[in-house]
C-alpha cells in the first residue's frame, strides 16, 4: 500500500458519524480547477443516491450475515463527506474523469473476530454483489513488515441491480485496533519517526498478527475437541467425556433419566411435562461430578433409593403432572442424604435448584423427616 493511500485510509477513519446520518456540505477552502469543481458538483447531486445505496448494502450485508449466523463485532458503513471528496480531489482530481470513477464515495466496512470470518464474509460478497475484481485488493498478501492494521481485503462492489460502485473492507477485531492505534499515534503521519520507534511498531504489529491467528487456531482446535467429545457422548463412552454444558446437553439427548421418570409417574398415573434440566449442572459440580460417566455412575448408584423416596412422597398425594426434572431432583436429594449432607446440605440443594429464599430451609426440614422412614437412611445411621 503506498504512503497516500494509507493517509487517504486514516483520513476515512477519522470522519465523524460513519453510518446514515446526515452530513452538511462543506464548503471548499482549496480553490479546485474547473475539472474538480465539475466532480464536486456531480457529487452533490449524487448525494441521496448514495445515501440510499450505503442504507441498502449495509441492510443486505446484516441480513445474510443473520441468515448464516455468522456474527460480527461491527458493521459499519458511511457516504463520503464533502470535505473528504475535496481533499481527495485537491492531492488527485485530474486522474478522475467524472464521478463514477471514485470508488470509496460509499464505504462499507465489516469487522469480524476471527481472521478465518474474513473469507466467509468474502463468500457472501461475492454472492450479493457483483465484485469489479481488477480494482479489489487483498491487502493480506502484500506481506508489508509494518503494515497489520492494513492487512483488509477490500473489495470494489456494485449491487446486482446497478447503481455506483461502492468499497467493502473486511477486517478482523484486532486488525482495526491496530489501525486505529496507528491512527492516533501519528504513526503514519507527516513526520518523520526515528528508527528505534518503527521497530517498536513493527515487532508489535508482527505480535498483533500472531495473536490474530492464533485465536483463530485456537477456535478450530475447540471447536475440533468439542465435537469429539460429543462423539464419545453419543458411542457411550462416557468416562473420557469431561462434564460441560455442551456434554450435559449431548448427554440428555440420550433420555438418562426416562426409565426413573416413567417408574415414578406411574405411581399416580401422572402425566410428565418438559422442562429444562440444564440448571442441575452446577449441583453436579458442586458434587463432585468431573465427567459424564460419573453422571451416569450417578444415575446408576442411586435410582432405587431416589424411587423409593419419591413413592414415599407421592403415594399420599394425588399429584397427576410431575416435570421431567423429578427423577433427578430425587436423585439429587438422595446423594446428598447418602453423603451425610444433612439438613444444610438439603436447604444448599435447594438453594441451587430454586434459588435462595425462605421456603427452602422448610422444605430441607420436610424432606428430613420424610427420609427417616426410609430403609437406606437407616442403614446410614447403622454406619454412622
Known amino acids: 500500500m503506498g504512503k497516500q493511500e494509507k493517509k487517504e485510509d486514516q483520513q476515512e477513519q477519522s470522519e465523524a458519524c460513519i453510518g446514515s446520518a446526515e ?30 445505496l450505503s442504507d441498502e448494502a449495509s441492510h443486505l ?17 458511511r457516504v463520503k463527506t464533502e470535505k473528504s471528496l475535496i481533499g481527495k480531489l485537491e492531492l488527485k482530481g485530474a486522474k478522475y474523469k467524472d ?14 473476530f476471527y481472521t478465518d470470518e474474513v473469507d466467509k464474509v468474502a463468500v457472501i460478497a461475492k454472492r450479493l454483489f457483483d465484485i469489479d475484481w481488477k480494482d479489489s485488493v487483498d491487502k493480506r498478501k502484500l506481506h508489508e513488515l509494518d503494515a497489520f ?6 473489495y470494489i462492489c ?14 478482523t477485531a484486532l486488525q482495526h485496533v491496530w489501525s486505529t492505534i496507528e491512527h492516533d499515534t501519528g504513526y503514519k503521519g507527516d513526520v518523520k519517526i526515528p528508527r528505534v520507534y518503527m521497530r517498536q511498531f513493527s515487532r508489535l504489529a508482527g505480535m498483533m498478527e500472531l495473536i490474530d491467528d492464533e485465536f483463530s487456531r485456537l477456535r478450530t482446535v475447540l471447536t475440533d475437541y468439542r465435537r469429539q467429545t ?3 457422548v453419543k458411542n457411550g463412552k462416557l468416562d473420557d467425556v469431561p462434564l460441560s454444558r455442551d456434554t450435559f446437553r449431548s448427554y440428555l439427548e440420550l433420555h438418562p433419566f426416562d426409565h426413573l421418570n416413567r417408574r415414578i409417574a406411574a405411581v399416580n398415573q401422572a402425566e410428565l411435562f418438559p422442562v429444562s434440566m440444564m440448571s442441575y449442572l452446577p449441583v453436579f459440580e458442586s458434587f463432585g461430578l468431573e465427567t459424564v460417566g460419573d453422571v451416569q455412575h450417578f444415575i446408576d448408584e442411586n435410582s432405587e433409593d431416589a424411587y423409593q423416596l419419591a413413592l414415599s412422597q407421592l403415594a399420599i398425594t394425588d399429584l397427576d403432572i410431575l416435570s421431567s426434572n423429578t427423577a433427578l431432583q430425587y436423585l439429587c436429594l438422595v446423594y446428598v442424604l447418602k453423603h451425610d449432607g444433612g439438613r444444610d446440605g438439603l436447604k444448599s440443594l435447594y438453594d441451587i435448584i430454586n434459588g435462595e429464599n425462605s421456603t427452602n430451609g422448610m422444605l430441607a426440614d420436610l424432606m428430613m423427616e420424610q427420609a427417616k422412614t426410609l430403609p437406606f437412611f437407616g442403614k446410614l445411621k447403622t454406619k454412622n
Open 23 to 52: 452530513h452538511k456540505q462543506v464548503e471548499s477552502k482549496v480553490k479546485l480547477d474547473a475539472h474538480g469543481e465539475m466532480l464536486l458538483r456531480q457529487y452533490r447531486e449524487l448525494r441521496p443516491t448514495l445515501q440510499q
Open 61 to 77: 450485508l446484516r441480513q445474510a450475515l443473520s441468515e448464516q449466523g455468522i456474527y460480527v463485532t461491527a458493521i459499519e458503513h
Open 99 to 112: 464521478i463514477g470513477d471514485i470508488t470509496d464515495l460509499v464505504g462499507l466496512r465489516i469487522i469480524t
Open 149 to 154: 492494521g492494513y492487512n483488509s481485503l477490500h
Open 158 to 171: 456494485r449491487l446486482k441491480t446497478g447503481g455506483p460502485r461502492f468499497e467493502l473492507q473486511m477486517r
Open 230 to 232: 460429543l462423539a464419545l
